[in-house]
């Protein structure tokens, strides 16, 4: 079956320092990847996709950067964290072509201080 | 934007009664999609609806969509307190998918 793991579940950093946060997906092959980010009682800001290994699309110019490394591994990396980094992070997946929902992780709390 | 809008921001009933949720968007869609969040959760899908539907039924679930109105709703029959949660519209055209900015509803037991 498919999965989808994001970690870590929660991560408290101070300015300036640097960020990684990994996924990974189980269960299927060259499946478009999403890393999107939630402010506290707001919605879903896409931050980048990935529709293969190399290929990483930014929507919103910011301090973060993606990496597509490997078919299932999907990074979101920080070189030097801002206060305005702070959010609920959250990894998904889906097919790709055709029409599907996405599956999401659990979501990594990040609280920049 | 492309963005979805729902309506109302927050929500809140008594459980056993039906909850409707709203959702408007601005562009052209090939499908709309409704989603559940649980507090500090990921987001999980609940049903999708293609551009050429009026209306589609998952469980106690029923969702319209109104593509010259652009507009869709979601209803939940029969709520329970574990319907508690935001609900969240998806609108994609081409590619990605846009995330309005949810409606929070507190079902009451």
């Known amino acids: 079956s498919q999965t989808i793991h994001q970690w870590p579940a929660t991560l408290v950093q101070p300015v300036g320092s640097p960020l990684s946060l990994e996924c990974t997906v189980e269960?299927?092959?060259?499946?478009?990847l999403y890393w999107y980010r939630q402010a506290a009682g707001r919605g879903l800001q896409l931050l980048f996709y990935?529709?293969?290994?190399?290929?990483i699309s930014s929507e919103v110019p910011q301090n973060l950067s993606a990496s597509r490394p490997q078919d299932r591994q999907f990074i979101l990396s920080s070189k030097k964290l801002l206060l305005s980094d702070s959010g609920f992070y959250l990894c998904?997946?889906?097919?790709?072509?055709?029409?599907?929902?996405?599956?999401f992780g659990s979501g990594t709390r990040l609280t920049v201080v | 934007s492309q963005q979805g809008e729902e309506d109302p921001q927050a929500l809140s009933i008594q459980e056993g009664e039906n909850a409707t949720m709203n959702c408007s968007y601005k562009?052209?869609?090939?499908?709309l999609q409704w989603y559940r969040q649980n507090s500090g959760r990921g987001l999980v899908h609940l049903i999708l609806?293609?551009?050429?539907?009026r209306e589609k039924h998952s469980g106690r679930l029923r969702v319209t969509l109104d593509t010259s109105k652009k507009s869709s709703s979601l209803l939940i029959t029969a709520s329970r307190a574990a319907d508690t949660a935001s609900y969240f519209c998806?609108?994609?055209?081409?590619?990605?998918?846009?995330f309005g900015t949810g409606t929070s509803l507190t079902v009451i037991p």
């Open positions: 990935s529709v293969g290994i190399g290929q």
């Open positions: 998806a609108t994609a055209d081409v590619g990605q998918f846009y």
């Open positions: 269960g299927t092959s060259n499946p478009n």
């Open positions: 609806i293609r551009s050429n539907e």
């Open positions: 998904a997946w889906r097919t790709t072509g055709g029409v599907s929902g996405y599956t």
């Open positions: 562009t052209s869609i090939n499908n």
